[in-house]
C-alpha cells in the first residue's frame, strides 16, 4: 500500500476542516478526490504530502509518516497556485528543481515532453497564461518518476486537447507503478479515474469506483450519484464518514 490514512483530522484556526478521514492508496491506481470547492479536497492533500500543520490521525505513505525526508524522493506534489520562478526559463525553472532533488538533463527534456512544452522552453515563465505556468508546475512534479503523485486540480485552465493528453499520461503513470491522488471540481473527469473519493465539508461521502456510485444511487453520471449521497447524508454533527442510503 502506498498511502494509508486513518481517522485524520486537521484544524485550521478554530475550524476542524478535515473530520475523521480515512482511506488507501494503491501502487497502479489513479484515485480522483472530487468535491465542491472549499470542501477540504487541498487540506487533505497537503497532508498527504506532508506540509500540512496541526494534523492528528495517522497518514503514512510507503510505510513512513507524510513527509519523512526519505520520502522526498518519492513524491511528486502539484498546487494549485503555480510554484515557478517567473524570472526564470521554462527550462531553467525545471532543471533548477532536477537539481534540488538530484535528477539529470535528460529528465528534464522528458518532462517538457511529457507537458506539452517544448516551444515554450526558452521563455520565461513570467510572460506565461495561468494554464502553461500550470504546466511547467506538473513537469517539476514529475521530476525523478515518483511513486506517489498529488496532483491539486491539474487540468484547469487547460483547453480539452490537453486535458485529454494529461489524463493519458496520468493513466500511463499508473500503469508503470505509480498511485496518483487527483483532485477536480469536475465531476466529468471521473471516468478518468480507477476509484473515486467524493468529499463534502470536510468529510469523506463516498470511496466507490464511478459504476459503483452509480449502481448504489441509481444516478445518471457522477454528479448525479454525488448529490444524492449527499441528500440522504447527514454531515454536521457527526463524525461517521460513511455515507447512508438516499431517501427514496
Not at 164 to 176: E, G, I, S, V
Not at 193 to 206: E, I, K, N, P, S
Amino acid at each position: 500500500m502506498v498511502v494509508r490514512v486513518a481517522d485524520l483530522h486537521v484544524v485550521r484556526g478554530r475550524h476542524e476542516v478535515v473530520r475523521g478521514v480515512g482511506f488507501e492508496l494503491a501502487a497502479g491506481e489513479v484515485t480522483g478526490l472530487l468535491g465542491p470547492s472549499g470542501c477540504g479536497k487541498t487540506t487533505l492533500m497537503r497532508a498527504v504530502v506532508g506540509v500540512q500543520a496541526n494534523v492528528r490521525g495517522t497518514c503514512e505513505v510507503l510505510g513512513m509518516p507524510a513527509g519523512a525526508e526519505p520520502l522526498r524522493h518519492s513524491v511528486g506534489y502539484l498546487t494549485q497556485a503555480p510554484a515557478v520562478y517567473g524570472d526564470l526559463t521554462v527550462r531553467e525553472n525545471i532543471a533548477y528543481f532536477a537539481t534540488v532533488i538530484g535528477v539529470g538533463r535528460d529528465d528534464v527534456e522528458r518532462v517538457l515532453d511529457a507537458v506539452d512544452l517544448r516551444a515554450l522552453a526558452d521563455h520565461r515563465t513570467g510572460r506565461l497564461s495561468g494554464g502553461q505556468l500550470g504546466r511547467v508546475s506538473l513537469a517539476t512534479a514529475l521530476l525523478g518518476r515518483p511513486r506517489l503523485l498529488v496532483l491539486d486540480e491539474p487540468t484547469v485552465g487547460l483547453d480539452p486537447v490537453l486535458r485529454r493528453d494529461l489524463w493519458d499520461m496520468f493513466r500511463r503513470l499508473a500503469d508503470d507503478g505509480a498511485a496518483l491522488l487527483v483532485s477536480s471540481h469536475v465531476m466529468d473527469e471521473a471516468s478518468r479515474c480507477d476509484r473515486l473519493l467524493l468529499m463534502r465539508d470536510g468529510t469523506l461521502v463516498a470511496d466507490d469506483t464511478e459504476a459503483g456510485l452509480i449502481a448504489r444511487t441509481g444516478a445518471g453520471d457522477v454528479e448525479g450519484a454525488f448529490l444524492a449521497i449527499v441528500e440522504g447524508t447527514e454531515v454536521e454533527g457527526t463524525e461517521d464518514d460513511s455515507p447512508t442510503e438516499p431517501a427514496s
